[in-house]
C-alpha cells in the first residue's frame, strides 16, 4: 500500500515536514492538525533510522496513553506499518519489532524523576514535547534535554515545541510552521 503523506496534512504545515531545523516550533489552534503533521513526521523519520528511538512528553503524565501514544499510534496506522510494531500499554512504548527501537512516553509532573531515564539500544532522535505551554518554564525543558540527548549527533536531533505559547523558551532560531 503506498500512502502520499502530503495527502494527509494540512498544507499550511508543509514548510514543517520540510524543515531541517533541529528545533522546530509548531503553530497552530485545535484542530489545525499540527499534531498529526507532526506524528507522521516522526514515525517516517523513525522508520529511516534503524537506531533511533522517539522520546514523546507531557507535563501531565496521566494524559499520556489518551493523547500523545494514540496520536503516534494513529500515525503509524495512517502510513500502513502498524504490524511492524508492538503497541505496550504497561509502560506506554511503541517498540518497532525488527529494529527493537521505540517511542517512549514520559509524563514530566517531576522532571527530577526522569533524570536516570536510559535507553538501551540507540539513541534518542527527536523529542516532542506536546503541549509545551503546560510544561512550568525552561528549566523542566532543559532537564529533559540533558536527560536524553546526551551527545551531539550532526542532522539527527529534533526538538518540536506544541503549541507555539512556549513557557521563557528562547525561540532565536527555531523553525516556526
Known sequence: MTVKTMDLMNVNFYSLWLAEQS?????????????????????????????????????????????????????????????????????????????????????????????SAKIAKGYVMALWFKEAAEFAGVEDIDIVEDTFIRQEIEGKEVKVYSPATLPEIHTAGLMSG
Open 23 to 115: 528545533h522546530i516550533v509548531a503553530k497552530g489552534g485545535r484542530s489545525s492538525m499540527k499534531s498529526s503533521v507532526i506524528s507522521l513526521k516522526l514515525v517516517v523519520d523513525f522508520l529511516e533510522d534503524d537506531l533511533g528511538n522517539v522520546a514523546c512528553l507531557r507535563k501531565v503524565g496521566k494524559y499520556l496513553s489518551t493523547s500523545i501514544y494514540e496520536q503516534i499510534k494513529w500515525a503509524i496506522y495512517m502510513l500502513g506499518v502498524e504490524d511492524e510494531f508492538y503497541f505496550g500499554k504497561s509502560p506506554l512504548i511503541i517498540r518497532h519489532k525488527a529494529t527493537n527501537t521505540a517511542f517512549y512516553f514520559y509524563g514530566v509532573d517531576d522532571p527530577m524523576k526522569i533524570k
